[in-house]
């Protein structure tokens, strides 16, 4: 087998999944890196995975062998019908970006990111269309392109042109209804909203909730405030990769394109926060996210910020659409949720991580609010991240 070096990002996760089938399967991996642009004095390959376009020359060569290839990619291609591609679903991304802000009460969105990105309509669509179907209002800033030693076609800006860029998007940040959920087309442009946040005195998530697509953990957990993101599941497309090119090996037919729904947002802190405008409110909601793991009541809320329970009960129930009780535990069901799709402890384990002493407690609040037991629940989700959806 035969592996190409990279624009899919090959990190330690898709990395170790590669390595770990090809033992099982008792491929030998070979890195065209770091061989010479033919494949002379080489056997044949069995197969390829790739992650150039199809018409790059080694491509073109692998293809004239008649050498089985399937392609990690970003985005469609002529020549897909060639060459099976695994790719994002990008246009899922920007649904589930509504839907993960629209659940913590955001009903101003905005999207921000480069021009340039290739990705940007694909998401685009998704944030749009979702934003509609869920009522809420959605507003967009795509910086300008650079391309080489051009902005646009223009010469390379000087240091003065990069200010006025910055001042017109901090501009535009600063004169959005808050609070905002703003979706970053990467992990790089999160970090770029996050400085500017900081740079203008908004907090993170309190006034701009933010929420990235990518979730490169040297990123994301390395700011401030982490930065919560859309995992677009490279991971899972390895695996599926892998499976399509096994069964061209065999003679098999396979689908020409393979999309990868994002199996998970990973929630960080910078979006660990509900839309509430009533400050002491906002920071009861805050209070309670902060403590999780510990087994705290609406009296131990009330005494903290030191207000009496009756008024912080009313002020919720005022201007938030549940009380204190509920919200506690419905955000410590959700944080179990979570623990279930990304880590394999057992529930007995995770059952203090979110502030519930009885394991079967925790059990009866799980099915009544999911509907179904916890276990289901871990194998459910671990099912749809690797079933993805398919077009031919």
Known sequence: MLSTKTSFDLDDGPFEVLVEHARARGWRLLNMGFIEDTLSGEPKPTGALI???????KVIRLRKL???????????????????????DFTQAG??????????????????GHRAMDIVPLIETGLVEQAHARGCRCEQYLIKTIEGNRIDGEAAPSCSRLQSRNAKFIDWLSALPKP???????????NIASMMCKRLGLSVPEDVALLSVGNHRS?????????????????????????????????KTVPTRTYISPPRIETRRST???????????????????????????DDV???????????????RKHYSRGMHAELRRVRLERFAQLLRTTNKPVSELAPLVGFKSPNFLHGSFCKEYGTTPRQYRIKSRQTASHPLTIS
């Open 51 to 57: 992650t150039h376009l199809p018409t790059v020359p």
């Open 66 to 88: 008649g050498c089985p290839i399937v392609r990690l990619g970003r985005l469609e291609h002529p020549e897909d019908t060639a060459v099976p591609v695994v790719l994002p």
């Open 95 to 112: 649904r589930m970006a509504v839907d993960h802000f629209a659940e913590r009460g955001f009903h101003d969105l905005a999207m921000f």
């Open 180 to 190: 905002v959920g703003l979706l970053a087309c990467s992990d790089h442009y999160a």
């Open 219 to 251: 990123t994301c957990e390395m700011m401030s405030e982490p930065i919560s993101a859309i995992d677009l599941g490279r991971t899972e497309a390895m695996r599926v990769a892998i499976d399509l090119l096994e069964r061209l090996i065999e003679g």
């Open 272 to 298: 660990d926060i509900l839309a509430v405008e009533h400050p002491l409110v906002a920071r009861a909601i805050r209070y309670i996210w902060d403590r999780l793991d510990h087994d705290i009541s609406v």
């Open 302 to 316: 009330a005494a903290a910020l030191r207000t009496p329970r009756y008024k912080l009960e009313r002020l919720f």
